[in-house]
């Protein structure tokens, strides 16, 4: 089975420390470590570097090398520096699956998120390999619901068909899209076994390319003059421009249709998608603790989120609450933590008085 590590995205929800040509999948916020380091390495513990390929924009690739270096070069396919999503990036990969691999199934595999503990992420993907083999059905992932989160697309479950150590396996029913508020959410999972959509997408590049023939036939057209290119010549010229043709979309434009014949994995292990400050804070922090990183000194705060650059700089604050602090070179970021999500606004205002250079 081959591995597709989508790691082309700008991570713009983590910004000011996450920008447009260092993107959070490759800063080191793991005690050291990048999202992006640490998923790849997760996957070389037990599968070949060649069996790994790296699914991101040319002008990462050197960053990217540097942290994983055992992964070849020949094995990056190059995203046109284009802001589809994940709709025409995905595609491009399968596209290249099909003519360098064909009949190959493959798993996409997320470069932002945390997967612990990581023997039983790698249970669920020889899990995936086996069902997929066996069955040929689309394979998907699925989270146990503990909470109206209203901030996910859910799964409808039909019947337990197998049970692989502790990973359990259901038949789909339905894909359903997020609710628009806390009470439609609430009875959804009160009222059908539902699981939150985490894709881990699993299946072969042929059939997911005819589900793309099928429901977005606009795609499928391009993709299938780029990948006449990819079979006929060394050479990617022509890509960009059919790529930068393509309309923007999720990948589950075409996917969402595919649940009513599919297989679900529940997940055995804690994933976390490092997605904005409050997720992170989330994933490192004690509850009410304040998480700090730098020189910080914090006295009488909580729950908040303080990190800085800068040794010879010192940030102090009190009676911090559920706050979110970030201190670059040349930005400083003060957010409360329940509205990281306005951080965009605070980028389209800088493109709107020509401030890139801080994007």
């Not at 995936?128 to 109206?148: M, N, Q, R, W």
Request: net charge neutral; proline share 5%; aromatic share 10%.
């Amino acid at each position: 089975m081959k591995f597709i590590v989508s790691a082309g995205g700008r991570g713009t929800k983590l910004w000011p420390y996450s920008r447009e040509n260092n993107p959070k999948q490759f800063q080191k916020i793991l005690n050291g470590e990048s999202l992006f380091s640490y998923n790849v390495k997760t996957l070389l513990r037990k599968y070949p570097a060649s069996d790994i390929l790296i699914s991101t924009k040319d002008r990462y690739v050197k960053i990217a090398r540097e942290q994983v270096p055992q992964i070849p070069l020949e094995n990056y396919i190059l995203e046109p520096d284009s802001p589809k999503n994940r709709g025409p990036a995905d595609g491009l990969a399968i596209v290249y699956l099909d003519v360098k691999f064909p009949g190959e199934p493959f798993m996409i595999v997320q470069s932002d998120c945390v997967r612990i503990p990581e023997n039983n992420y790698l249970l669920l993907i020889e899990t995936a390999e086996k069902l997929v083999k066996e069955h040929k059905k689309f394979i998907s992932g699925g989270i146990a619901v503990t909470y109206p989160d209203l901030g996910v697309d859910y799964l409808k479950l039909g019947r337990k068909i197998h049970s692989y150590g502790n990973v359990d396996v259901y038949e789909a029913k339905e894909f359903v899209d997020r609710r628009s508020n806390y009470a439609e959410t609430k009875e959804l999972i009160e009222n059908f076994n539902v699981v939150k959509h985490s894709n881990h997408n699993c299946w072969y590049p042929q059939m997911l390319l005819e589900a793309y023939e099928r429901y977005k036939p606009d795609w499928y057209s391009a993709l299938m003059q780029i990948r006449k290119i990819i079979s006929e010549s060394n050479s990617l010229e022509g890509v960009p421009a059919i790529y930068q043709g393509m309309e923007a979309g999720a990948t589950e434009i075409v996917t969402r249709h595919l649940f009513k014949d599919a297989l679900i994995l529940q997940l055995n292990y804690n994933w976390v998608d490092i997605g904005t400050w409050n997720s992170l804070y989330e994933y490192v922090a004690r509850k009410d603790q304040v998480y700090k990183e730098g020189n910080v000194i914090a006295l009488d705060s909580k729950s908040s989120l303080i990190k800085s650059d800068n040794p010879d700089k010192l940030i102090a604050v009190f009676g911090l609450k559920d706050m979110v602090v970030v201190d670059t070179a040349d930005t400083l970021l003060i957010v409360p933590k329940d509205k990281t999500d306005k951080i965009k606004d605070i980028q389209d205002e800088l493109r709107s008085k020509k401030l890139d250079k801080y994007l």
